[in-house]
């Protein structure tokens, strides 16, 4: 399975796409989207045919995203917000599953806790998929959303095929979590 991931950004969208087979994960590439300074619409337009242009070149089988956090200033909120929602578009315009993960997830899900620095990421990533060198930090973020991806995928397949027993018994699965 091809899974890529995006790590959105309104100057700088990263992007990683890896391979998994298996437990192994390979590295098959990474880098960044950079909007030049312009109008909002500019930029996301930017940021929607550079997505479409990597769903084009690396043919995912799937995609993940990082989830927009709230900054203390919400302006930048909103505009990160619309920078994800453009890269999310090109996504499903090419009829590919998106999964969401919160940056407290990724780093669980590659650093092994939640509150990891951005160093720690960066080298984690580089020891998982055995780069030669340190992946730049928009790179590294969404490689490391992409192997939060395939990581946790197979708990979540696995909570899918339990939820007809679990809803029997009064049970579901919402949002990867089981609740009553």
């Known amino acids: ?69 709230v900054n203390v200033n919400p302006q930048s909120t909103l505009l990160l917000g619309q920078a994800r929602g453009a890269a999310i578009c090109a996504l499903v315009a090419a009829d590919l599953s998106v999964a969401e993960y919160t940056a ?30 340190l992946p730049g930090s928009d790179a590294a973020d969404a490689l490391g959303v992409a192997i939060c ?5 197979d708990a979540l397949a696995t909570l899918g095929a339990l939820a007809p027993g679990l809803a029997k018994k009064g049970l579901r699965v919402k949002g990867g979590r089981l609740v009553g």
């Open 1 to 69: 399975m091809k899974i890529l991931g995006i790590d959105p950004g309104l100057r700088t969208t990263g992007f990683g796409v890896i391979h998994k087979q298996g437990s192994k994960l390979t590295y098959i590439a990474s880098g960044t989207i950079k909007t030049i300074e312009g109008s909002l619409p500019e930029r996301l337009k930017t940021i929607l045919a550079g997505v479409s242009e990597i769903v084009r070149t690396y043919q995912p089988d799937c995609a993940a995203i990082e989830k927009v956090f």
């Open 149 to 153: 991806h395939a990581h946790s995928g």
């Open 104 to 133: 407290l997830q990724v780093k669980q899900g590659v650093v092994g806790h939640g509150r990891a620095k951005k160093e720690q990421v960066q080298d984690m990533v580089q020891r998982l998929l055995a780069l030669s060198g």
